[in-house]
């Protein structure tokens, strides 16, 4: 039986783990620190990384920004996530995968979350500049409500975790601000 997606929120260990790692990253690289973590749920106790709710939270893929590392400007925390988990798994679609992420997903990460059929989204901090993924996905509601005519043919449900929305803004804002130093000092 699959199982029933809608109420169960991610485990609090697993979003803390996430904020975590956002910091390790914000404190010693210079990419901006966002985190992608992929997973699914199931009833049975599954192996590898997993974090415990009302079910078992697999974690299929993580992954961080590496823009910066690559220097290639494609490469969002989601894209990398999502490769990461298409070449080892066989489906075409990651229907069922939840995306958790630290940041609103921008435009190219939100079409990719469409175009692969992930379930939901998560997030922590609200996108303020640039299309974001509630624009995108309100857009198409809204346009199937009036003309009755769909933008997009899928719509993950979007999530946003207001609660570690304080302590993820104060790790971007500490992240720019030492961003900023730096190239005064350069
Ligand atoms: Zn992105």
Request: hydrophobic share 35%; with cysteine.
């Amino acid at each position: 039986m699959k199982p029933e997606f809608l109420e169960d929120l991610p485990p609090k260990k697993l979003c803390k783990f996430i904020l975590k790692l956002s910091y390790n990253i914000a404190q010693k690289t210079k990419e901006i620190p966002v985190v992608a973590v992929v997973c699914s749920l199931s009833y049975n106790k599954p192996n590898g990384l997993f974090f415990k709710n009302q079910h078992y939270w697999k974690v299929e893929s993580i992954s961080t920004n590496l823009v910066k590392k690559y220097n290639n400007p494609i490469y969002h925390a989601e894209f990398l996530a999502f490769q990461k988990l298409k070449r080892k798994s066989k489906e075409l679609y990651l229907s069922d995968k939840i995306l958790i992420t630290n940041l609103e997903p921008c435009l190219l990460c939100t079409s990719l979350s469409i175009s692969y059929r992930v379930e939901k989204i998560f997030y922590f901090l609200k996108r303020n500049k640039g299309f974001s993924a509630r624009d995108i996905v309100n857009l198409s509601h809204k346009r199937k409500q009036s003309s009755k005519k769909k933008i997009l043919n899928h719509h993950p449900k979007i999530v946003y975790l207001k609660e570690y929305s304080k302590i993820q803004r104060s790790i971007i804002k500490n992240f720019f601000r030492k961003l900023r130093n730096f190239s005064k000092s350069d």
